[in-house]
């Protein structure tokens, strides 16, 4: 099982830039496909982007696509998310999770979360 602990976030203005890490444990990392995915106040969690295990493949919810980066070092056990343009919509807690199978766009294929971490973006 692989377990994740996010860092990055905060507050960022409007066109600001940020990235979000996410570092796992557990030797079974570098085969998992990895996904971010966030929630705002009174909404249902959603997909924002996904990997997969060798970096190949690359998704992005059209809502941040053009802005986001997901990229990941296998090396280093890290997943990263490098969000720019930044708009208030994308205020949110965001997520990394691991994804076993189902669809990358899912929230319910995602498993071993990570604790959230607030981005908030000020107009």
């Known amino acids: 099982h692989v377990q994740v602990v996010q860092s990055g976030g905060g507050l960022v203005q409007a066109v600001g830039s940020l990235r979000l890490s996410c570092a796992a444990s557990?030797?079974?990392?570098?085969?998992?496909?990895m996904g971010w995915l966030r929630q705002a106040p009174g909404k249902d969690r959603e997909f924002v982007a996904a990997?997969?295990?060798?970096?190949?493949?690359?998704y992005y919810a059209d809502s941040v696509k053009g802005r986001c980066t997901i990229t990941r070092d296998n090396g280093q056990n890290t997943v990263y998310l490098q969000m720019n343009s930044v708009k208030p919509e994308d205020t949110a807690v965001y997520y990394c999770?691991?994804?076993?199978?189902?669809?990358?766009?899912?929230?319910?294929?995602?498993?071993?979360w990570g604790q959230g971490t607030q981005v908030t973006v000020s107009s």
């Open positions: 999770a691991a994804r076993e199978s189902g669809n990358y766009y899912s929230p319910t294929s995602y498993k071993s």
């Open positions: 557990g030797r079974d990392f570098s085969s998992v496909n």
């Open positions: 990997i997969s295990w060798n970096a190949i493949k690359t």
